[in-house]
């Protein structure tokens, strides 16, 4: 592959990383499966990247690769033990006044995924991150309607599961 | 304001990630070598293949080709190596073919079904082999028992040891039977564990997935 290449995915994925931060901390529950976890979804979006085409965003192409990556292409190294740092993890809210009812909020959301299966928690992270429901449809394979039907269902969970 | 709209906002205000990676260590992560599910049952298709194979041809040519001869069965035997060879091949070129067709840019859904074919594949080569084994071994039985002192001519040194033919005819009817039996529960255990244990969490995502499109 050519350096320009290299660069330009090395550009694209720096800045859009945070996005796989999310997937990992959805999908993995301790910090060595989710440097696992960020290490394949970083292989699988280069070994991939010449496939880009650029018609898309580069940010919504990825979500695709990792989320595909996170669901069907990894599996945890070691048997998970829940070492759980959610808590670990310093949430600094960006926001002027600092609040930190959000930061709370933002725990127990975390927390509250975890608990979803991983076809829940893709379609809960996809409603979190704005996608529409065609984005949603067309990224897990489902029609549109199915897209709805079973958004509606993961939110009834990830609900229950904040507050029960 | 619905309960989850104040966790979306919670969501949307979270910081940049603290674990931010450098772009030295993303260039060093694109030298690794990955280490999917995909990758895992390329190479453990390949060495069943190979397996199976190296059996195929370990067994065509042991020491019991004289026997078969005196059998009359080296016709069959032949006939049959040349039909698994091609079997051999189609199974191989189906393998590759879908193995290639995994892409990890299609959507989610047909992802998971083109691993799980890819898989499906190597599952029904095991499915051929053991069929294709116990059928042979059947057949071989049969022209065993239908020839006079087949059984003898197999086992020399156990014929001395039974007080009439129909007690050696027996004694050897089980022998294969429990052979047969043994070796069918060992490999379903094996590919059981092995499979189970990689695709487990693949296939319960893809019926999760697919459920409501049927």
């Excluded at chain 2, 199976?52 to 190596?81: A, F, G, Q």
């Amino acid at each position: 592959m050519s350096d320009s290449l290299e660069d330009k995915f090395l550009n694209d994925f720096e800045s859009n990383q945070n996005i796989v931060h999310k997937i990992c901390r959805i999908y993995t529950t301790n910090s060595n499966d989710h440097n696992d976890l960020f290490q394949e979804i970083t292989i699988q979006v280069w070994k991939n990247y010449s496939k880009f085409r650029g018609d898309a965003k580069f940010s919504t192409w990825m979500y695709r690769v990792a989320l595909n990556t996170a669901i069907s292409l990894y599996r945890k190294s070691t048997k998970s033990v829940k070492t759980q740092d959610i808590s670990d993890i310093a949430y600094k809210i960006k926001s002027v006044d600092y609040d930190d009812t959000e930061e709370k909020q933002l725990k127990a959301l975390y927390n509250a995924i975890q608990k979803l299966n991983d076809i829940d928690k893709a379609l809960v992270f996809l409603y979190l991150e704005d996608k529409s429901y065609k984005d949603i449809s067309e990224t897990l394979g489902i029609s549109e309607v199915n897209a709805r039907v079973k958004m509606n269902r993961a939110k009834d969970k990830l609900k229950k599961v904040l507050n029960p | 304001m619905d309960l989850l709209d104040k966790y979306k906002k919670a969501w949307e205000n979270q910081p940049e990630d603290d674990q931010k990676v450098s772009k030295v260590d993303i260039y060093r992560m694109t030298k690794l070598r990955s280490s999917s599910i995909v990758k895992w049952i390329f190479i453990i298709g390949l060495m069943e293949f190979v397996l199976w194979s190296v059996l195929n041809i370990m067994i065509s040519k042991t020491k019991y080709l004289d026997i078969y001869e005196e059998l009359n069965m080296l016709t069959l035997l032949n006939y049959t190596y040349y039909f698994n060879l091609v079997v051999v091949i189609v199974f191989l070129y189906l393998f590759y073919k879908n193995f290639t067709s995994i892409n990890t840019t299609d959507n989610t859904k047909s992802l998971m079904s083109k691993i799980i074919k890819t898989r499906k594949t190597v599952k029904y080569y095991m499915y051929y082999n053991i069929i294709g084994g116990v059928l042979l071994m059947i057949i071989f039985n049969i022209i065993i028992l239908n020839t006079p002192n087949g059984i003898e001519m197999l086992m020399p040194n156990e014929a001395g040891k039974f007080a009439d033919s129909s007690e050696l005819v027996t004694a050897f009817l089980i022998s294969q039977t429990i052979v047969i039996l043994l070796m069918i529960g060992c490999l379903v255990l094996f590919y059981y564990l092995l499979y189970g244990i990689l695709l487990r969490k693949l296939n319960k995502n893809y019926k999760d997935l697919a459920k409501l499109d049927e």
